[in-house]
């Protein structure tokens, strides 16, 4: 099994699960959360809208079904929060990416200007030179010809 940006120190490690330390409050919360809903659920089942509630059995009945609602949403609140922390990462790593490339375009463009500059100023000295010296000039703009480059490479 791969644990792809974990570190391998046991210190980090709490349960048998395996969740990491820092993630132990988000499991905490969201368990907490699930089963007060949950709790909350049932007792409005067994007490709204039952036909004929009784109070002296909606009590046990509420711990029944919150016990197996305790024993779920432990199992399933580190999924949840495991899920959540997946998709967000890589919501936030594709940012990232798109953030990069973006980045790097703008380089890419900034460098080729650079370049251009660097031939089309080698072109237009040459040309001053020819004419200072009264020599005839006919070589080509850079941007012309067959994409060579300034000095006909």
Same mark, same amino acid.
């Given at each position: 099994?791969? +644990?792809?940006?974990?570190?391998?120190?046991?210190?980090?490690?709490?349960? &048998?699960?395996?969740?990491?330390?820092?993630?132990?409050?988000? +499991?905490? #919360?969201?368990?907490?959360?699930?089963?007060?809903? /949950?709790?909350?659920?049932? &007792?409005?089942? +067994?007490?709204?809208?039952?036909?004929?509630?009784?109070? %002296?059995?909606? *009590?046990?009945?509420?711990?029944?079904? /919150?016990?197996?609602?305790?024993?779920? #949403?432990?199992?399933?609140? *580190? &999924?949840?929060?495991?899920?959540?922390?997946?998709?967000?990462?890589?919501?936030?790593?594709?940012?990232?990416?798109?953030?990069?490339?973006?980045?790097?375009?703008?380089?890419? &463009?900034?460098?080729?200007?650079? %370049?251009?500059?660097?031939? #089309?100023?080698? #072109?237009?000295?040459?040309?001053?030179?020819?004419?200072?010296?009264?020599?005839?000039?006919?070589?080509?703009?850079?941007?012309?010809?067959?994409?060579?480059?300034?000095?006909?490479?």
């Amino acid at each position: 099994m791969s +644990h792809r940006g974990r570190s391998d120190n046991d210190a980090e490690r709490v349960t &048998i699960l395996s969740v990491p330390a820092e993630r132990i409050r988000p +499991h905490f #919360w969201t368990f907490s959360i699930c089963f007060v809903v /949950t709790l909350i659920f049932y &007792i409005f089942v +067994h007490v709204m809208i039952a036909e004929n509630p009784s109070w %002296e059995k909606t *009590p046990s009945a509420v711990v029944g079904d /919150t016990t197996r609602a305790a024993g779920f #949403w432990l199992l399933a609140s *580190p &999924i949840l929060v495991e899920g959540a922390f997946m998709v967000f990462a890589a919501m936030f790593r594709q940012k990232i990416r798109e953030e990069s490339r973006e980045e790097g375009i703008a380089q890419g &463009i900034a460098q080729g200007r650079d %370049e251009a500059d660097v031939v #089309w100023r080698q #072109w237009n000295q040459r040309r001053l030179e020819a004419e200072a010296n009264g020599q005839p000039f006919n070589e080509l703009p850079p941007d012309f010809g067959n994409g060579s480059s300034a000095n006909g490479n």
